[in-house]
């Protein structure tokens, strides 16, 4: 099947200066890319949440697939190559081998998610403070099915995961 990357060959890709903007945490862009070369970083608000330097990594994803504004800001942190596209939802949906990939990717940061609450809970059952209630996120991922689930602005999914 190969990698993201791989499928990528023929698509427009765009050279990024250091601190070039991707993608903006709360608008909604429509936009995909996927890392070719350099260093990328994600903020929320003024954090640093994670730098990415693999390629192939994926960007925008979770919002194009959701159809809500970006949960972070994605920006170029040294010179970068991604590749960009435009209307990422159409692109998707001709690309069903990409799509897939992507899929895989997103059920792999559930999985790792998933995992860490668990271990979490595990350490923290019975606690009566913030830190009971993640059983409740674990049923809310375990068993969602097309209801809308939002957290409080505190407690906003990690875009690592």
Do not use: W
Not at 74 to 93: G, M, P
């Amino acid at each position: 099947m190969g990698s993201i990357l791989d499928k990528c060959g023929h698509a427009p890709f765009e050279q990024l200066s250091p601190g070039a903007v991707l993608l903006s945490e709360g608008e909604t862009s429509g936009r995909l890319y996927v890392l070719k070369t350099g260093t990328i970083e994600v903020l929320r608000g003024d954090t640093q949440v994670a730098l990415v330097e693999e390629p192939g990594a994926v960007f925008g994803e979770m919002s194009v697939l959701l159809n809500r504004a970006h949960t972070a800001t994605v920006r170029a942190l040294t010179s970068a190559s991604v590749y960009a596209f435009d209307d990422a939802e159409r692109f998707l949906q001709s690309n069903p081998e990409i799509a897939f990939l992507i899929c895989r990717l997103l059920a792999g940061r559930l999985n790792a998610a998933t995992t860490y609450l668990v271990d979490l809970k595990r350490q923290f059952e019975g606690h009566g403070d913030h830190l009971g209630m993640v059983g409740d996120v674990l049923d809310v991922l375990i068993h969602q099915q097309d209801e809308d689930f939002n957290l409080g602005p505190e407690r906003e999914a990690d875009p690592r995961l």
